[in-house]
């Protein structure tokens, strides 16, 4: 039996288990989520030490009440970057499988994952106006750079940038839902995302390591460079200025502030913490710009290494 012929028996193996996965244990958030029960205002909606202020000055200036506000602000941000990524990553899904054969277990799942997104993606907005937030749209640049992207991707990007904003959500939810003092609501959003999006994790992994060895230096050159591109784009837009606004600072300051905070920093490393081993360990990150980018981003040590 040839490698290639291996190949492609293992990929249909692991998508056929995630497709009898997804049969199993998928859900509606629209039925599975209790969305009546008003948000307790006398609880963070995630954990103090993950707002981006946490630490500062201007943190200590805030009231208990403010605080808590803020991290229902911030949650609905990361929810409204969510949107933002999971309608690229639908789009890079279905030009992924518009070439390939759909009777084949790994496009099928392809699909299942589409359908997954689709869901999170009313979870999200649903969930930004019980936070008690407004829609935090993108910036123009913001909106132009992932425009290009989710068009032009190649495979490889597809998959490094899916697990990059699917690890990235994955570390900061599996904390959330663990955490008995936090608003139910975040915490039983975490808890749907994190079950469908292990399998989307999975999937993202082993089609980014079959494609990747089989690309030339220059594709893999250009894909090093965009991914750090997007890992400081999208980590950059994680928290809009209006959450600030809503609690009554100064939105330029308190994102200046943020910026400079070295605990929002060893936080943002501690969230793209899984997603840097893997593409470490798969060669992702091996050039020294693209390095620079990780770390002016945050998302790796001031040495650059993951935290
Ligand atoms: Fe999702
Ligand atoms: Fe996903």
Same mark, same amino acid.
């Given at each position: ?10 990929? #249909? ?20 989520? *209790? ?35 803020? /991290?229902?602000?911030?949650?609905? /941000? ?32 392809? %699909? ?23 829609? %935090? ?32 959500? *994955? ?8 955490? #008995?003092?936090? #608003? ?82 060893? /936080? ?17 990150? /091996? ?21």
């Amino acid at each position: 039996m040839s490698t290639a012929t291996l190949r492609t028996t293992d990929r #249909e193996d692991i998508a056929g288990r995630l497709l009898r996965s997804s049969a199993k244990a998928s859900y509606d958030p629209l039925t599975t989520i *209790d969305w009546e029960t008003p948000v307790d205002p006398d609880r963070y909606a995630i954990p103090p030490h993950r707002v981006s202020l946490y630490g500062t000055e201007l943190w200590d200036q805030l009231t208990e009440a403010q605080r808590k506000e803020l /991290s229902r602000q911030e949650v609905a /941000s990361v929810a409204c970057v969510g949107i933002w990524f999971e309608a690229i990553l639908m789009q890079m899904l279905i030009r992924h499988a518009y070439d390939l054969d759909p009777t084949s277990n790994h496009v099928q799942y392809s %699909y299942t994952e589409i359908g997954d997104e689709c869901r999170h993606s009313v979870m999200f907005a649903r969930f930004v106006t019980r936070m008690g937030a407004p829609y %935090y749209p993108l910036d123009r640049v913001g909106r132009f750079l992932g425009r290009f992207f989710k068009a032009t991707s190649n495979g490889p990007l597809t998959f490094s940038a899916a697990l990059f904003v699917e690890e990235l959500l *994955d570390q900061m939810q599996r904390e959330i839902m663990v955490d #008995e003092d936090l #608003e139910p609501l975040t915490r039983a959003v975490a808890r749907l995302h994190v079950t469908e999006e292990a399998r989307h994790m999975r999937y993202a992994r082993e089609e980014l390591i079959r494609d990747w060895p089989q690309r030339g230096a220059l594709t893999r050159a250009y894909s090093r460079l965009v991914l750090a591109l997007v890992a400081l784009h999208a980590t950059e837009r994680l928290i809009h200025p209006g959450c600030y606004a809503k609690v009554g600072l100064d939105p330029k300051l308190a994102r200046q502030v943020a910026e400079q905070n070295p605990h929002w920093r060893e /936080s943002k490393t501690w969230f793209a913490r899984q997603a840097v081993e893997t593409f470490t360990a798969a060669g992702l990150m /091996s050039s020294r710009l693209s390095r620079r980018i990780w770390r002016k981003a945050g998302l790796i040590g001031p040495t650059g290494d993951a935290a």
